[in-house]
């Protein structure tokens, strides 16, 4: 018996990955994506600047993917030091030994995070179909269609520019409330956001303040600057099944509740979901030993943040200001006994738009 061609809804990070990891175990894998490119809601003339974590994990991110077999083959930028500010605009310098992350391209350009898993799917001989939503899985397969709903959104502007390489942030709730906004500059291009969690009715009021506080703060200076805008679906799902079929990434809520760094758990998620499927063993077992810690870790974070306000948050910057930023926030994201201990409180007090996975 011959197994069956394993298809997969989704060209982004999740599925690619699901279908490196596949193929790499010799299974046929076709991958369905409904726009004509990788990364489409991501970038149009410019690509959008993201930030791969390197705090969950001891080891280097880049280092543990090339460990378990995924490309490095995009650009990237390692930010060790960086600048955040507060509501008052004074500044805290941020400080790491080792990289705090690790900033990359998003889109359909050939540097991006997407077109490199792209290349390495189809050199592994998996198949992509573009133009093609999957609506229905007849045999074995996949669901990895990105986010459902809106907890967060994060909008601004790509723009070309010829300010230096660097990052910098402002925890202000009138440029971003219960959020950040953010400023990333890599090679001449950059992307200035607000990351907004609530008030959502707001966010051109939100990214117009946040581009005048960057003018102000850093000299933030953009060519031909083109508005993007995307969306963040937080959810902590009892199961990720869609019937038999294992649901990965951000259409199952797989995302980083606290400020929306998913990019790690989306591709975790889809490592798991296809060694489900490689050795039998239950993708909700899999995905609970693993991600679910930090996720409900993550939901407590969240909880704990909105409360802060302005004050609050010029009190912990402050106090991250003195210290390794990356390893104060790995003990953050971890589960600890005050996070268990928290979570049930967090868990009522925080609600997904998301009702279930089938909505
Ligand atoms: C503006 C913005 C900034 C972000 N910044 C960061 C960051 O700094 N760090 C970080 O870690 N994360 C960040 N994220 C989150 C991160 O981008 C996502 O978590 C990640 O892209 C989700 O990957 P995914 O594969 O689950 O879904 P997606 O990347 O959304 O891919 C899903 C794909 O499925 C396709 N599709 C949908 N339905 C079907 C169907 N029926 N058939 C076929 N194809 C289908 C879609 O067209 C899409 O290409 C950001 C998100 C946004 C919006």
Redesign the pocket.
Known sequence: MTDPVIEI????????VAAITLAQAGREVVV????KE?????GSQYQ??????NWTTERDVLSLFEEQGLTTDFANLACNQGTAFDYKKRKYKINCKQPL?YMLE?GPGPKTL?SALLRQAKRLGVEVRFN????VIENEGIM????KAADAI??GYHFSTEMDDGYWVICDDNLAPKGYSYLLIMDGVGTV?S?IFDDFKQEKLYVKRTVEAFEKLVNLEMINPKF?????NFYVPETAYAGRHPI????AG???TLW???????ISS?QLAAQSLITGENYDTLWHRDLKPQMDASIVNRCLFALLGNRGYGWFLRAQSHRDVREELRKQYQSSMFKRALHPWAKRRYLSKRKSLSK
């Open positions: 809804a989704g060209a982004g990070p999740a599925g690619l369905h994506e409904t726009h990788v990364g489409h809601r991501f959008d600047f993201q930030g791969l974590e992350f998003r997407d093609s939503r999957l609506r990895a269609a990105g986010p994060s909008a956001k990351c993007h805008g995307g969306i963040g990965i990434g951000e259409q797989f995302q980083d929306g760094f998913g990019m790690r758990l989306v889809g």
